[in-house]
C-alpha cells in the first residue's frame, strides 16, 4: 500500500463510516451515473474562471488496471508560453522496495483537435510533460498509468499522485475517478510533498457512490494532490510495480542464503588454517625430537686440525642458511653475517681504518685468495662478487656507490635457492609467499568488485564481505606460507639447538691456544641469533691470552687499537653494514 499522509489516514477512516457504500444498479452504470451527477462545490465557477488556469481530470481504471487519463486544461484569456505537467513516477513502498508507476501514450491537442506538441523530461522520482501552450485556451492532455492499484484487506485500492506539480499557479483541480466498481472509501492529501492537509473537498459523487471525486483549490507551483479510493476486491487487478530500492541495510541483509555461505566460508578458513597448523607444527615436533641433537659444542675432531679439533656447526649449516631457515626470509643481518663468516674463514679481511677522535669510523675491505680447504657456497661466491666486482679491496663508505645495491639482488635470490637445494623446502619461501600475497590481494579486489555489484542489485552483499575477509586473511597469512620439509624441519630443531649452546656455552669446553680460531667461527652465528656482544667480548678475552699482538688474523685496528676495542669496533662495524644493505633497493622492505 502507497503511504498516506496521517491527517488524510484519518478523513479517510472517517468516510468509511460516513459515506454511503450503496452499489450501481444493473440499470445504470457508473459513467451514466457520473454524467448524471451534479458536480462538486467550486471554488471558481465557470464564468468566474478568467485567465485563471483550471485542470478537470478524468480518470478511468480499466478491467487491467491500467488508469487512463483525460486532462482538461484551460488556460483562459492568458495562456503562458509553456505549461510544464510533473507526475510522481517512483514512490517509496517499503523497507526493501520503490513502487513505479508507468506513464505512456502521452499526447496532447487543443480544444480544434489540433496537436499540441509536447516534451517530456524523465527523472529518477517525477517526469515532466511541457505543453507548448501559447495561444490555446484549452489543452486536452491524455495519458495512461500503470501500477496504481494495490491489494490492501478484502479489497483493492487505487493509489496515484494525481498532480505531482504546476509549472503555474492552477486555481482548480477537479479529479473524477471512475471504475468497474464503484468505490467504498476514499481520502487525499494536498500541498507540499508529504503533506498531511486534506484536499479541499471530496466525495462519492452523491447518494449512490459511484465514483470518486476530489477538488483542490489554488495549487502553487510544486504542490502535489494524492488521492487513495479503495474498491471491492476483483475491481482490477492488484499488483502493483516494484523495483528494489538501494539502502546500505538492505544490500548487506543476513538473510539465511548469506548466512549459509558465511558459515561455508568459515569452515574453508577454519580447514586452511588447520591445514597449515599441522604443517607448521611440523617445526614444533621435530624441536621436541631433534632439538638436543644441536645443543652442545660444534666441535669434532680433526686429524689435519691444529689441536686435533675443528668446527663443525650442525648440518653444516653456514650462518646466511640459518637466518633464512628460522624466519624463511633472507634478512639483512642474514648477509651481514655472511660477510663476517667469510672473514673468519680467510676469504677477505676487516681492515678499521685511523679517523680522529670524533671523526665517523671506515673500514677497507681486502679480498683474499680463497683458502684451498674452504669451498664457497654459491650465494656466497656471489656475495664476494658483489663486495668486490672488479676490485680486490674496497672502503664500507664507498660501498654504496659501487653498485654494491643492484648486485645484491642475485644474491638474496641465490639464497632463496640454497634452501630449496638443500631440500629445507619444497619451494623458495619468497616465490612461495609472493604467491600467496598476490592470491590474496587479487581475491580481496574481486570481493570488493563483487561487494559493490550485490550491494547495487541484490540484497546479497554480506557475502561479499565474506570474500573480502577470506582475501584479507590469504593476504595476512601469506607470510606464513612457505613451510619447511621433514627435513627442514629437522635443521631447524639443531639450529635452535645450536643457539641455545651459544646462548649458554662454558669457554672451558674449547681447548686454550684454539679459542681464538674456533671463537671467531662461533661469532658469525652469535649474529644471527642475537649475541655478538657476548662472544664478541669472549672472543676479545681469548684474543689477548692467545695473541702476540693486538690483532686478529681477519680484523686489524688502527695503530692506537687494542682487542679490548675490538667488542665495540665489531659492533660499530656490523651496524654500519647494515645500514648499508638495508638502503640498498631491494632490500628496504627486509630491515
Known amino acids: 500500500m502507497r503511504p498516506v499522509p496521517a491527517a488524510a489516514a484519518v478523513v479517510a477512516a472517517t468516510l468509511l463510516t460516513a459515506l454511503p457504500t450503496a452499489p450501481a444498479t444493473a440499470s445504470e452504470s457508473p459513467s451514466a451515473a457520473q454524467a448524471s451527477t451534479a458536480p462538486p462545490n467550486h471554488a471558481v465557477v465557470p464564468s468566474e474562471r478568467g485567465d485563471r488556469i483550471v485542470n478537470d481530470i478524468s480518470l478511468r481504471l480499466d478491467d487491467d488496471g491500467v488508469l487512463h487519463a483525460k486532462e482538461t486544461i484551460s488556460f483562459g484569456t492568458a495562456a503562458p508560453e509553456e505549461f510544464t505537467r510533473t507526475f510522481v513516477t517512483r514512490e517509496p513502498y517499503d523497507a526493501d522496495n520503490d513502487r513505479l508507476y508507468e506513464i505512456d ?19 529518477r522520482t517525477t517526469t515532466d510533460i511541457r505543453l507548448d501552450s501559447a495561444e490555446a485556451e484549452t489543452v486536452v492532455l491524455r495519458y495512461q498509468v500503470r501500477g ?218 681486502e679480498q683474499n685468495p680463497s683458502p684451498a680447504d674452504d669451498a664457497l657456497l654459491p650465494y656466497e661466491r656471489k656475495l664476494l662478487d658483489a663486495l668486490f666486482d672488479q676490485w680486490h679491496q674496497i672502503k664500507l663508505s664507498e660501498l654504496g656507490h659501487s653498485g654494491f645495491a643492484g648486485r645484491l639482488a642475485d644474491v638474496r635470490e641465490e639464497l632463496y635457492r640454497d634452501m630449496v637445494r638443500l631440500k629445507w623446502f619444497a619451494n623458495r619461501p619468497n616465490v612461495e609467499r609472493n604467491r600467496w600475497a598476490t592470491g590474496g590481494i587479487a581475491l580481496t579486489v574481486v570481493g570488493v568488485a563483487l561487494t559493490v555489484l550485490l550491494a547495487v542489485f541484490t540484497s546479497a552483499a554480506f557475502t561479499g564481505l565474506a570474500v573480502i575477509i577470506a582475501g584479507a586473511a590469504v593476504t595476512v597469512g601469506a607470510q606464513y606460507m612457505p613451510a619447511k620439509t621433514a627435513l627442514g624441519s629437522t635443521v631447524y630443531a639443531h639450529t635452535l639447538g645450536f643457539r641455545a649452546y651459544l646462548l649458554g656455552a662454558d669457554t672451558a669446553d674449547v681447548p686454550e691456544g684454539q679459542r681464538v680460531r674456533l671463537f671467531s667461527r662461533y661469532l658469525p652465528y652469535a649474529m644471527i641469533f642475537d649475541n655478538v656482544e657476548r662472544w664478541a667480548g669472549i672472543l676479545a678475552s681469548a684474543g689477548s691470552d692467545e695473541m702476540q699482538g693486538d690483532a686478529l688474523p681477519w680484523y686489524v685496528g688502527p695503530d692506537d687499537w687494542t682487542l679490548a676495542d675490538f667488542a665495540d669496533s665489531i659492533k660499530t662495524f656490523t651496524l654500519t653494514l647494515a645500514g648499508v644493505i638495508s638502503n640498498a633497493r631491494q632490500f628496504r622492505t627486509l630491515v
Open 148 to 365: 496504481v492499484v494495490d491489494e490492501v484487506g478484502d479489497g483493492v485500492e487505487l493509489g496515484w499522485t494525481a498532480v505531482g506539480g504546476y509549472s503555474a499557479p492552477v486555481a482548480e483541480t477537479n479529479v473524477v475517478v471512475d471504475a468497474p466498481l464503484p468505490p467504498v472509501a476514499l481520502s487525499c492529501a494536498a500541498g507540499e510533498p508529504r503533506s498531511s492537509i486534506y484536499c479541499t473537498s471530496s466525495d462519492m459523487g452523491g447518494h449512490q457512490a459511484l465514483v470518486a471525486r476530489f477538488l483542490q483549490a489554488d495549487l502553487a507551483p510544486g504542490q502535489r494532490l494524492d488521492i487513495v479510493v479503495g474498491y471491492p476486491a476483483g475491481t482490477a487487478p492488484g499488483t502493483p510495480i516494484l523495483e528494489r530500492s538501494w539502502s546500505l541495510s538492505s544490500a548487506f541483509a543476513i538473510t539465511p542464503m548469506t548466512s549459509s555461505i558465511f558459515g561455508v566460508l568459515l569452515v574453508v578458513l577454519v580447514g586452511g588454517l588447520f591445514a597449515l597448523i599441522r604443517i607448521r607444527g611440523r617445526d614444533e615436533r621435530a624441536l621436541r625430537t631433534h632439538a638436543a641433537a644441536g645443543d652442545h659444542a660444534p666441535l669434532e675432531p680433526g686429524a689435519g686440525d691444529p689441536g686435533g679439533i675443528r668446527f663443525h656447526p650442525p648440518d653444516d649449516v653456514h650462518p646466511g642458511q640459518i637466518g633464512t631457515l628460522v624466519d624463511d626470509q633472507v634478512n639483512v643481518v642474514d648477509l651481514t653475517a655472511t660477510v663476517v663468516d667469510l672473514a673468519v674463514r680467510g676469504h677477505l679481511t676487516i681492515r678499521e681504518l685511523p679517523h680522529a677522535q670524533f671523526s665517523p669510523v671506515d673500514w677497507r675491505l
Open 105 to 123: 501514450d502521452v499526447a496532447a491537442e487543443a480544444a480544434d483537435g489540433s496537436a499540441v506538441a509536447t516534451t517530456t523530461d524523465e527523472h
